[in-house]
């Protein structure tokens, strides 16, 4: 299979005016498919309605892997996100076809338990969202529901750990039973961060985690990426191409629903295979 | 081109600012029409409240006319002293003030300026104190409402109306002597209905709303919140939860009296429950404000941001979890004004609980969820209909008893849902 697709992918790359045909988008050049994943995607489909979102996407992820997703606005990269920890089952037109291997299981089998499906794969969303709570609550939540601190001292420390990784700790270690609402947005998107690793999952989706954080801010999440790299899974969207330069191994760009092309970060920015690719990081897109 | 972008930009601050003063004008005439609003309703309020108060405050005072009375000890046979003829003490004591009257018809209408009641409170005081038996004591004692209403200037005084010359020289004669003054009338708030107006009070009814009103409060508040969650945050979007929600919103306007007949053919009729009881009342009062509770619950459900949901549900919360840790705690401010609302509907409903027997005339006050009672608007419609001058008086007093319950009602609302509120 890898073969083949590597193979397709010298055919289409083998015609150098790299412009696009008919169904050229419809399969993914670069390399798509790991021989170690941790997780792995084929065929997905996400359907609003009638309106389908993404098409046939089909994508291996590896464990201790940073993996970024860019693409113009509405191509779909929050969608196939939120396909990951089954979010999109929340909202009621959504419907999602295709299999999604979590360590070799199934998550869109109906017996798959999904408070332990998310549990294991944390999301930081797109727009902040902290609970209206004080800010100490809104972090040991996670904690709490899953039994992970028997004592109210663990969780002050988990609280502590995670906002201290989030680079939230210094700004609020004095109010900490201050309402999480009340702090600035960029603050807010730290909180979510920090309120999201507090759980400890093996994978995280971030949704555009820095697009309201300053550059300093923006470093303190780009390191407490890489330092979580070496355990876990992180798949990050993100619209900032030098931030994806920046923290991903690999990246994979999304185009009007289909994921057009996947590589290494290295090779995607410096030497795309897909002429839609080369449109948008070259800012021709459009 | 320059020269043309220029003079666009000139164009448009020029048309902004000709509009300006449209929108100012604008803005004005709607603030002037606001204000309009409130002050009509104000003054609509005032005059209500100012009719009511005139009209009521009076029932709060009360005539009393202080009899010498001897405790004669042939009328009050200590063997038997419950069921001594305390009609006839009183009955002599009044004789005591005018020794001069004789003939029954003078006699009778001498007894009628005081009330029936004051034979009452002299067998209480006996019961109590049995040293009072061959004793004079001088009793301030309930006086009739006839008298309270002339004293009250309700009635006029001329003998042409509803006293005779003799009984208006009385009255005179007491007054000059000091033995006619106006107290607080303590009866009104601690006796149930009577056939009496001086001896009628709020009590029953009061009781008889709080307790109805508990039973509403405890069954509606549960159920109905209970169905909103369901309803917004478990039942899957589609043809049914359509038909529901017209259903629930159908509900909310059918005219209350046909909830009555719903429970007097269910609650009565089926589980055969008490007629006239608090229990009864209750449960058709929850019937009818179950949907305004929904309908507001659902709203207020509805305002708590999806995004709130997804963060929990991403942390890994369960539904129910989402539910009771952020829902809910959001949304109950909402769905309290939802209950007040629908309580204080249930407060002021008279048609259904005419259905199932609530409008008896009840004199005992009611004790037990099961004991017959009445409510207050019930009782409002009671006096309303009485021919009494003083029950037109204790109308509109019951009328004020029931807005200060509807306002500590409303008031402990606002209590509540600051508290909850300031819990985030
Ligand atoms: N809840 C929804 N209901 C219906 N359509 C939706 C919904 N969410 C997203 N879509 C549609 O799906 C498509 C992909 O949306 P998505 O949010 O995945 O884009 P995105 O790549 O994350 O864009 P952005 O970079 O702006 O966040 C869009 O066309 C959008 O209109
Ligand atoms: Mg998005």
């Not at chain 2, 300006?20 to 004005?28: C, D, G, H, P, T």
């Not at chain 2, 002599?92 to 001069?100: D, I, K, Q, V, W």
């Amino acid at each position: 299979m890898n073969m083949m697709l590597k193979k397709q992918f010298y055919e289409n790359t083998a015609t150098e005016s790299k412009l696009p045909d008919a169904d050229g988008i419809r399969q993914t050049v670069g390399e798509p498919f790991l021989e170690n994943s941790r997780i792995s995607c084929r065929e997905i489909d996400v359907f609003y309605g009638q309106k389908a979102a993404i098409n046939k996407v089909s994508l291996d992820i590896g464990s201790n892997e940073v993996i970024a997703m860019i693409g113009p606005s509405g191509c779909g990269k929050s969608t196939f996100l939120r396909c990951l920890n089954r979010m999109n089952d929340t909202i009621d037109s959504c419907r999602v076809t295709g299999s999604i291997l979590l360590d070799g299981e199934d998550i869109n089998r109906t017996d798959v338990d999904v408070v332990l499906l998310r549990a294991r794969v944390g999301m930081v969303f797109q727009k902040p969202n902290p609970f209206p709570k004080s800010i100490w609550e809104n972090v040991a939540y996670g904690p709490k529901i899953h039994g992970l601190a028997p004592k109210k001292n663990d969780l002050d420390e988990i609280v502590e750990t995670s906002l201290r990784r989030a680079g939230l700790w210094d700004e609020v270690k004095d109010r900490l039973d201050e309402l999480g609402i009340g702090l600035s947005g960029g603050q807010q998107q730290r909180l979510c961060i920090a309120r999201t690793i507090a759980v400890s999952p093996e994978v995280i989706l971030m949704d555009e985690p820095c697009s309201a954080l300053d550059p300093i801010a923006t470093a303190k999440i780009e390191d407490l990426i890489s330092g979580l790299r070496e355990k876990f899974t992180i798949i990050i969207v993100t619209h900032s191409m030098q931030q994806a330069s920046r923290i991903s191994q690999r990246t994979a760009y999304f185009h009007l629903g289909n994921l057009v092309e996947v590589s290494t970060t290295r090779q995607l920015f410096t030497n795309p295979r897909h002429q839609l690719t080369e449109d948008y990081i070259t800012g021709r897109f459009g | 081109m320059t020269e043309k972008k220029k003079y666009n930009l000139h164009s448009v601050t020029d048309r902004v600012h000709s509009g300006l003063s449209r929108r100012y004008r604008a803005e004005k005439c709607f603030r002037r029409f606001g204000v309009c609003a409130i002050g009509l309703s104000l003054f609509f309020l005032v005059i209500l409240f100012a009719d009511i108060m005139h009209k009521g405050l009076p029932a709060f005072l009360q005539t009393q006319i202080k009899l010498a009375v001897f405790f004669d000890p042939e009328l009050l046979p200590l063997e038997n002293l419950e069921t001594a003829d305390f009609n006839a003490l009183l009955k002599s004591s009044c004789r005591a003030l005018f020794p001069g009257v004789k003939g029954r018809r003078s006699k009778k209408s001498l007894y009628k300026l005081v009330s029936d009641g004051a034979a009452y409170e002299l067998r209480k005081q006996v019961l109590r104190n049995h040293k009072l038996i061959g004793t004079t004591q001088d009793l301030w004692l309930i006086a009739d409402d006839e008298l309270d209403m002339l004293m009250k200037g309700n009635i006029a005084r001329n003998p042409t109306g509803r006293f005779n010359q003799q009984q208006l020289y009385w009255i005179e004669k007491l007054e000059q002597d000091g033995r006619l003054r106006r107290r607080f009338n303590l009866t009104f708030f601690t006796s149930g209905d009577s056939r009496d107006p001086e001896l009628s009070g709020i009590l029953g009814a009061l009781s008889g709303t709080v307790l109805t009103l508990l039973i509403t409060l405890m069954f509606s508040f549960p159920i109905g919140i209970g169905a909103a969650i369901y309803l917004e945050e478990f039942l899957k979007k589609g043809r049914f939860s359509d038909f529901l929600e017209v259903n629930i919103n159908n509900l909310a306007a059918v005219p209350s009296i046909i909830f009555g007949l719903l429970g007097l053919g269910i609650f009565i009729n089926f589980f055969g429950l008490p007629r006239s009881a608090p229990l009864v009342g209750g449960l058709v009062l929850t019937l009818m404000t179950l949907p305004t509770i929904i309908i507001s619950s659902r709203a207020a459900i509805k305002a708590v941001p999806p995004s709130i949901r997804e963060a929990a549900l991403g942390l890994g919360a369960s539904p129910v979890q989402v539910v009771f840790h952020h829902v809910l705690p959001l949304a109950l401010p909402g769905m309290l004004t939802g209950t007040i609302i629908g309580m204080a509907r249930a407060l002021g409903e008279t048609a259904p609980l005419l259905m199932i027997g609530m409008v008896a005339f009840i004199v005992d006050i009611p004790k037990s969820f099961n004991s017959a009672a009445t409510v207050l608007p019930v009782q409002i419609y009671l006096w309303a209909d009485s021919p009494e001058r003083a029950f037109t008086e204790r109308t509109s007093a019951a009328i004020i008893v029931l807005l200060v319950f509807l306002v500590l009602m409303n008031a402990s609302a606002v209590y509540l849902r600051r508290k909850f509120e300031r819990r985030w």
